[in-house]
């Protein structure tokens, strides 16, 4: 079993980039896709980004993801930071050795 | 397009049973499987298994493992999720996920409180 490690909340300002790290903490982040997801206060969590950096439908270009096997990490990019852009962004993997599904703990993202 | 719509909001005792359908749409039901994860207040999601709406199939995290089933009707495209022997710990809102490298398409939720 593994875990994936997020900041707890990450404050970025209007029109900035800001970066949401997930750390895997055994096993080779490549070696399975990590998702990322929204989630907004009283809705469902939505889906930005598939296999490691494909964008579901729908989702803007602001949002990019990819992985890093030096840190062992995933991260997700928001670009050109708006206020509606602040929610809970959470990562996800999957363990192949029990076929769990495993999420982050979840990261507050502030815009002021 | 891919749609999942679960059932309404439900108030159980503790010790009672809770079944939660998914009802799915805008896509062949059997080629995917379907996930269950529930967000408890002020949690982060917390997966509870997956069913292959092809054969049926299971696997479930091994917290939930002694106490949930899930199944499915392929006659009406819809998944069940049914947990036994609740606790005020199991109020939270339960999500179906249809699967597309994990949990993909997202129910709309539904709240289930355990009150006395």
């Known amino acids: 079993n593994f875990m994936l490690t997020q900041p707890h909340s990450v404050s970025e300002s209007p029109g900035k980039t800001a970066t949401i790290s997930c750390t895997r903490s055994?096993?080779?982040?490549?070696?399975?896709?990590v998702q990322w997801y929204q989630q907004r206060p009283g809705s469902a969590p939505t889906t930005l980004i598939y296999?490691?950096?494909?964008?579901h439908s729908g989702v803007p270009g602001r949002f990019s993801g990819s992985i890093d096997r030096t840190s062992n990490s995933a991260s997700l990019t928001i670009s050109g930071l708006r206020t509606e852009d602040e929610a809970d962004y959470y990562c996800q993997s999957y363990d192949p050795v029990n076929r769990h599904v495993v999420f982050g703990g979840g990261t507050k993202l502030t815009v002021l | 397009q891919v749609q999942l719509v679960q059932s309404g909001a439900e108030m159980k005792k503790p010790g009672a049973s809770v079944k939660v359908s998914c009802k799915a749409s805008g896509y062949t039901f059997t080629d995917y499987f379907l996930h269950w994860v529930r967000q408890a207040p002020g949690q982060g999601p917390e997966w509870m298994g997956w069913i292959s709406a092809n054969n049926g199939g299971t696997n479930y995290a091994q917290k939930f493992q002694d106490r949930v089933t899930m199944t499915r009707d392929t006659s009406i495209n819809t998944a069940y999720m049914e947990l036994r022997s609740l606790t005020f710990d199991d109020t939270a809102v339960y999500y179906c996920?249809?699967?597309?490298?994990?949990?993909?398409?997202w129910g709309q939720g539904t709240l289930v409180t355990v009150s006395s």
């Open positions: 296999e490691d950096n494909r964008r």
């Open positions: 996920a249809r699967d597309g490298s994990g949990p993909r398409h």
């Open positions: 055994s096993g080779n982040i490549a070696d399975n896709y």
